[in-house]
Every structure is written in C-alpha cells, then in structure tokens.
Antibody
C-alpha cells in the first residue's frame, strides 16, 4: 500500500526558508521509473506543480519558481524534501507530495499525501 | 506553459443526474490529460489518466473522453460522495499544469 505524508514548517515569516518533508511507504525512490512531486494549493485556489525528483536523481522545477526551489531525497529513509527560499505571503498554501505513475505515454499523479498547510505571515 | 481552462467553474446538480465537465488546453496535448477529485477536507484522488483510463478502484460511473485540445469528464449518475472539486491536468508538456477546477455542488 502506497502512502505519503507531508510535514514542514507550519508558520514562518517573510524572507525565511521553507523546508518540507515527504515521508512515504509502499515504494522506493531507488526503483527505476519512480518519481515524487511537490504540488501546492493556495487556499480557495487551484493546484500548482512545483518540482519532481526521480529514482536516478533527475530533477525538474517549475520555471516560475526555479531559482527558489531545491528538491532532494533520502532513499534509505524513504523521504523526499523541498526547500523554498525567500518566502513571502504568496507562498501561503497547502503543500502536497505525490508519486507519479507512468504507463506507456501516460504520466499522472497516482498517489497523494494529505497535504500540509504552510502560512507565511509577519 | 500550456494553459488549462475548465468549464463550468461551478456546476449545481441533483442526485442521479448525468453531468459533464469540460477542459480545454491552449495547445494540443495528445491525450495526456488526467482528472482528479478533491474533497472538502483536501484529500485528492486520481480518477482518470490519459483521457479515458479509469484509475484502479474508481467507480465505472466516471468516464473521460476527448482529443486534441478538448477533453471532458462525465459522471453518469451522481452519488452523494461525488459532490466535490474536480481538476484536469496535462502532462504532455513541461511543466505539468492544472485547470482552475470545477465545483460540483448539490442543487
């Protein structure tokens, strides 16, 4: 059974760095083809993909935030991490991690965590 | 980035009704279109991948269709648990992008 759970800094001030952890079970990030993504959702708004990290340490970042994002993984402990630097109030959102699935030409976010709320406020 | 436009943004409907939600991409996405359901508690569940493939465990009253730039999600007969937010998402082109969402609510 695949599960994912996010954790991180609940409340932080503008200009600080946000650190998020995705702890998962039921799969390994060392298995060929496996990727974990971060996606966020401001309250009452839509979903925004942020970044991916894959089994081969390949990484992808949303160009709109690329300079502020850093994704990494700890394969031994089944965790993936996201760091966002220089946060401001626009980064207030629920942050989700998700595991991608691939089948032939199809790519989708097949498993999702419950999300963790991050609030940026002075 | 490919822009995804969903319509309607809000859809009042009754139990047992058949409903369709539309999703239009700003350019062709070669069927690489996925649908997700989000409940009020924030839980997100994949429903359909690659236009028309049902995710394991999803009831058969959900179906998807489309091609090119235009796609749709149909629920054949609404059940109480179907009242939620629905999002489309394209994965044909980097970065993956989502539609703005459709709120399916009880009439």
């Amino acid at each position: 059974q695949v599960t994912l759970k996010e954790s991180g800094t609940g409340i932080l001030q503008p200009s600080q760095a946000l650190s998020l952890t995705c702890s998962f079970s039921g799969f390994s990030l060392s298995t060929t083809g496996i990727c974990v993504s971060w996606i966020r959702q401001p309250s009452g708004k839509g979903l925004e993909w942020l970044a991916d990290i894959c089994w081969d340490d390949g990484k992808g970042y949303n160009p709109s935030l690329k300079n502020r994002l850093s994704i990494s993984k700890d394969t031994s402990n089944n965790q993936a991490f996201l760091k966002i630097t220089s946060v401001d109030t626009a980064d207030t959102a629920t942050y989700y991690c998700a595991r991608r699935a691939r089948r032939y030409n199809a790519n989708w976010f097949a498993y999702w965590g419950q999300g963790t709320l991050v609030t940026v406020s002075s | 980035d490919i822009q995804m436009t969903q319509s309607p943004s809000s859809l009042p409907a009754s139990l047992g009704e058949r409903v369709t939600i539309s999703c239009r991409a700003s350019q062709g996405i070669s069927n690489n279109l996925n649908w997700y359901q989000q409940k009020p508690d924030g839980t997100i569940k994949p429903l359909i991948y690659y236009t028309s493939n049902l995710q394991s465990g999803v009831p058969s009253r959900f179906s998807g269709s489309g091609s090119g730039t235009d796609y749709s999600l149909t629920i054949s007969s609404l059940e109480p648990e179907d009242f939620a937010m629905y999002y489309c998402q394209q994965d044909a082109s980097f970065p993956p992008t989502f539609g703005g969402g459709t709120k399916l609510e009880l009439k």
